[in-house]
């Protein structure tokens, strides 16, 4: 297990660039959007008829349309060619986008100023499905974690910046369309001369026959999500929380002024608090899942966004105040329980995001992984433009008040979550498993190099304890499929994860020859599929400490399925709640967060397995730890 810090990657060329020149880009597109926003909201223009809430979400409707329209074709050129040179490409488009968004402000040309919004939107459409395609090509897979959430940090800070500066440039008396345009000319080149630095990232698949049919390219996209059940609903995963933080993020200035009665400087200071929740939330992840891709933490950050979702509703003043400032704001004591709320679900928002794109990364097929981000970015913005209609009718025709529209997202999103757990429930066992190795234990892991990264593989461990394959499948990187003892498989509670986690329940013959029968088909099975098998070769937990001996059925299996073996030792756990030290009735619940060790050894090849070295090698890497 790496102990470097995901901060190191700011020191090597290959992250370096890159993360500098998305961050710019993201800045830039805040600098304009919220200097619009600005001039909308609070030089009270108007568009068609529109009132300000229904122009703010218009033009968040603008801007995310293209993502709707050509992420399909540009995932294509992401994967048929070279990164790099596209990067900075993209990056000399900024600077005439800018160019124009100066003219804009200039004229005072709103119609101009939304097209100007609709191209940055293009660009961004250009530049996503390269952004989250580059990463696994550039950073090793137990950096994928740390470098997602530093470009979700990134990317959001960037966010709170442009949307500070943005209505600050906005307002300032002399010629403000001149400062908002010469900021983002500025920053259009400062990106471009750092994308000059972006390392090569070769084209994953350059036979690749462009599809200039957009709608048929979208429909190939989205095919490819389904290739992998996890990776589709952890898209549409994605794609929920895009519609829920899209919701609460573009009515923020709108809340600022209508609801709590505030200036510009308010409306930039409850964004900065949104973003600067999310930065941190991204941030702990790395933390929080031990630098693997933890998907435990998706249902956590779900309960999250939906508890101060559903608190804001209740905090928001009935009545806004006069006009009050950021500092005025924060001395009212009532006020601290919408800041905390605010922060929360950036924080909770983290925890939600970062490893489902993690997972995407990870599981998509690398040959078109940029096509599957592309299919991803389609699915976004498509929320996000549900999430602008909706807005836009139940705070226009409906008549419904801010704060009732965040009380409605976030009951929907726990219906969602709800829907999207039982259709995986891959994602609530491991957050369980998540809660249970970070509540009970602290677990330090060494040697898990040895697990190969692909390819079938055996885990065989000691037993010691009911939570014993919890533990194990908590920590390792890949999904883990444990054979188990059947009568242990079915504990009340325990069932429930370990069927959820595919579990292998087994039984000596002479107790349930059918079960027995079925967990060998299904162990082949697994092997089969170049998965990871977990098995416990003592055939039971220890009742004294000691590892037991072990039993020959490893040998058969690896007989019929030559792959390797990697002894596991967990050290450490006897005499805890969940083993057999004591009888029932005298357990003790175990210390909180008590030090456990999972030690992994060296590979042992088929030619040179046999239960007794196994054995041998289990007891060494445990030694004196029981």
């Not at 600098?31 to 979400?57: E, R």
């Not at 609801?259 to 702990?284: C, H, K, R, T, Y």
């Not at 529209?405 to 726990?414: D, G, K, M, Q, S």
Request: aromatic share 12%.
């Amino acid at each position: 297990m790496p102990e470097h810090s995901q901060f190191q990657l700011f020191s090597e060329r290959r992250f370096m660039p890159f993360f500098m020149t998305q961050g710019l880009g993201a800045f830039n597109d805040n600098i304009f959007k919220n200097a619009l926003a600005a001039m909308l909201v609070f030089k009270g223009s108007q568009l068609g008829g529109l009132n300000t809430d229904q122009v703010v979400n218009l033009s968040a409707l603008v801007f995310i349309l293209p993502f709707f329209l050509f992420s399909a074709l540009f995932g294509q050129f992401a994967d048929k060619f070279e990164k790099s040179i596209q990067i900075q490409r993209i990056k000399l488009f900024e600077v005439v986008i800018m160019a124009l968004a100066t003219l804009g402000f200039w004229t005072n040309s709103v119609a101009l100023l939304l097209f100007v919004l609709f191209l940055l939107g293009l660009q961004s459409t250009i530049f996503g499905p390269i952004k989250y395609g580059i990463l696994p090509q550039i950073l090793r897979r137990e950096e994928l974690v740390g470098g997602n959430a530093l470009v979700e940090m990134g990317t959001f800070v960037a966010i709170l910046a442009g949307t500070i500066a943005g209505p600050q440039l906005a307002g300032i008396d002399v010629s403000w369309p001149y400062w908002v345009g010469v900021a983002g000319l500025a920053v259009a080149l400062l990106g471009w001369l750092f994308s000059l630095r972006v390392p090569v990232a070769e084209p994953v698949a350059p036979d690749l026959e462009i599809n200039w049919n957009i709608v048929t390219e979208t429909i190939r996209n989205l095919k490819f999500l389904n290739e992998n059940r996890v990776v589709l609903n952890s898209v549409l995963g994605i794609a929920w929380f895009w519609f829920f933080g899209a919701t609460f993020l573009v009515q923020i200035p709108s809340y600022s002024q209508n609801v709590l009665g505030g200036d510009e400087n308010l409306m930039s200071g409850l964004l900065a608090l949104f973003i600067i929740g999310i930065s941190a939330g991204s941030l702990l992840c790395e933390k929080l899942s031990g630098h693997q891709i933890e998907i435990g933490l998706v249902p956590f950050g779900s309960i999250g966004l939906t508890l101060f979702g559903l608190d804001l509703f209740f905090a928001s003043p009935a009545t806004p105040g006069m006009a009050v400032s950021f500092g005025q704001f924060l001395s009212v004591g009532a006020n601290w329980r919408i800041i905390i709320d605010l922060v929360l679900i950036g924080v909770f928002g983290g925890f939600y995001i970062v490893p489902l794109y993690a997972l995407v990364q990870s599981r998509s097929e690398p040959d078109h992984r940029s096509r599957v981000i592309a299919g991803l970015n389609i699915l976004d913005a498509l929320a996000m433009v549900i999430a602008a209609i909706t807005a836009m009718l139940l705070l226009g025709p409906a008549d419904l008040t801010i704060p009732q529209l965040f009380l409605i997202t976030a009951l929907l999103n726990a219906v969602v979550a709800m829907y999207i757990f039982t259709l995986v429930p891959e994602f609530l066992m491991r957050f369980l498993v998540w809660i249970l190795i970070h509540t009970i234990y602290r677990v330090r892991v060494t040697g898990m190099e040895n697990i190969p990264d692909e390819g079938p593989v055996i885990i065989a461990s000691n037993h010691v304890s009911f939570v014993d394959p919890l533990i194990l499948g908590g920590m390792v990187r890949r999904p883990v499929r444990f054979v188990m003892y059947h009568k242990i498989y079915k504990i009340p509670l325990l069932k429930f994860i370990f069927k959820n986690g595919k579990a292998i329940p087994i039984a000596p013959r002479h107790e349930a020859p059918e079960v027995l029968d079925e967990a060998w088909r299904r162990m082949h099975e697994v092997l089969a599929e170049g998965d990871v098998l977990g098995i416990f070769p003592e055939g039971q937990i220890t009742r004294d400490g000691e590892i037991q001996e072990f039993k020959s059925g490893v040998e058969k299996l690896v007989a019929e399925h030559p792959v390797v073996v990697v002894p596991v030792a967990l050290c450490n756990l006897w005499g805890s709640m969940f083993s057999r030290r004591d009888p029932l009735h005298k357990r003790r619940p175990y210390k909180l967060w008590s030090r456990i060790d999972v030690r992994i050894g060296a590979p042992v090849y088929a030619g040179e397995l046999s239960a007794e070295r196994l054995e041998r090698e289990v007891k060494a890497l445990r030694g004196a730890d029981r």
